[in-house]
Nanobody
Framework: QVQLVESGGGLVQAGGSLRLSCAAS????????MGWFRQAPGKEREFVAV???????AYTDSVKGRFTISRDNAKNTVYLQMNSLKPEDTAVYYC?????????????????WGQGTQVTVSS
């Protein structure tokens, strides 16, 4: 079992930055694939970014060049640095953990989820 707790959401103006954190329980954090998803009102939850246990990363096209996912295995924490935020980035952001390597861009690949943190970007 892995428990995940997100923090760092808030209200920011367009063009601003936020850093989300996700603290995980458990002694095997370093072996998990960690993902960030988001869900805007009235929309499906969508993949944002992923980091594999070895540190490799991948992003959805809409955030490439603006968002950076990273992990600190010593702190059992994964981060999502979000720069140049846009109003369309407004959503609840969720951290998720998986023991799979692939496929990893689908919600179904992740059995463990945090409670979510709200990010609101004003224009």
């Amino acid at each position: 079992q892995v428990q995940l707790v997100e923090s760092g959401g808030g209200l920011v103006q367009a063009g601003g930055s936020l850093r989300l954190s996700c603290a995980a329980s458990g002694r095997t954090f370093s072996s998990y694939t960690m993902g960030w998803f988001r869900q805007a009102p009235g929309k499906e939850r969508e993949f944002v970014a992923v980091t594999w246990s070895g540190g490799r990363t991948a992003y959805t096209d809409s955030v490439k060049g603006r968002f950076t996912i990273s992990r600190d295995n010593a702190k059992n924490t994964v981060y999502l640095q979000m720069n140049s935020l846009k109003p369309e980035d407004t959503a609840v952001y969720y951290c998720a953990a998986s023991q799979l390597i692939a496929p990893i861009y689908s919600r179904a690949a992740y059995p463990y989820w945090g409670q979510g943190t709200q990010v609101t970007v004003s224009s």
